[in-house]
T-cell receptor, first 114, second 110 residues
Framework: DVKVTQSSRYLVKRTGEKVFLECVQD?????MFWYRQDPGLGLRLIYF???????EKGDIPEGYSVSREKKERFSLILESASTNQTSMYLC?????????????FGPGTRLTVL | SQQGEEDPQALSIQEGENATMNCSYK?????LQWYRQNSGRGLVHLIL?????REKHSGRLRVTLDTSKKSSSLLITASRAADTASYFC??????????FGQGTRLTINP
């Protein structure tokens, strides 16, 4: 079974703090994704990585950065957390093949910024 | 930008009834996927239908795809309380990325 794990289920941080969200997958997938999910807005792609040290901006990268030093791990960094970054953060992975594949999701991290 | 749009946004039915959710999209696709999300959890892949397929079944799930209308439907037959969840359609965009709709929240009443 593919397993995608996220470092925390719930996280509370203060405005201005640097926040790290970690995601690890155990299926040797090339692709990894970070989404945020907000009521009424669905899932929005923050960043995408298709290989180690490779990254691509998604739809809402402002205020975020990412790191992929190892194939299995993809980190999302909030450089200076703000209250509008309070959200559910979902990590996903998928293999890289010729066509679009199902993505495997972690359980999510519900982040609250006070 | 959101490609998939689900309809209805919320659906409440009695256990044992069938539930139908619809998804419309804007650009051409090579496949369309449906996912389920239980409250406060990650998404789970349910089914994938390719653009050259019109209908696909998986257990109590039936998915149809009409590429001429750019729409898909997900039918859950003989619903159970455990089917209570949000359901999302997703279409491919660019290299390996998916675009998710806003979801349909399905409630199954006992």
């Amino acid at each position: 079974d593919v397993k995608v794990t996220q470092s925390s289920r719930y996280l509370v941080k203060r405005t201005g703090e640097k926040v790290f969200l970690e995601c690890v997958q155990d299926m040797d997938h090339e692709n990894m994704f970070w989404y945020r999910q907000d009521p009424g807005l669905g899932l929005r792609l923050i960043y995408f990585s298709y290989d180690v040290k490779m990254k691509e901006k998604g739809d809402i990268p402002e205020g975020y950065s990412v790191s992929r030093e190892k194939k299995e791990r993809f980190s999302l960094i909030l450089e200076s957390a703000s209250t509008n970054q309070t959200s559910m953060y979902l990590c996903a992975s998928s293999p890289r093949t010729a066509s679009y594949n199902e993505q495997f999701f972690g359980p999510g991290t519900r982040l609250t910024v006070l | 930008s959101q490609q998939g749009e689900e309809d209805p946004q919320a659906l409440s039915i009695q256990e044992g009834e069938n539930a139908t959710m619809n998804c419309s999209y804007k650009t051409s696709i090579n496949n369309l996927q449906w996912y389920r999300q239980n409250s406060g959890r990650g998404l789970v892949h349910l089914i994938l239908i390719r653009s050259n397929e019109r209908e696909k079944h998986s257990g109590r799930l039936r998915v149809t795809l009409d590429t001429s209308k750019k729409s898909s439907s997900l039918l859950i037959t003989a619903s159970r309380a455990a089917d209570t969840a949000s359901y999302f359609c997703a279409t491919g965009r660019g290299a390996q990325k998916l675009v998710f709709g806003q979801g349909t929240r399905l409630t199954i009443n006992p």
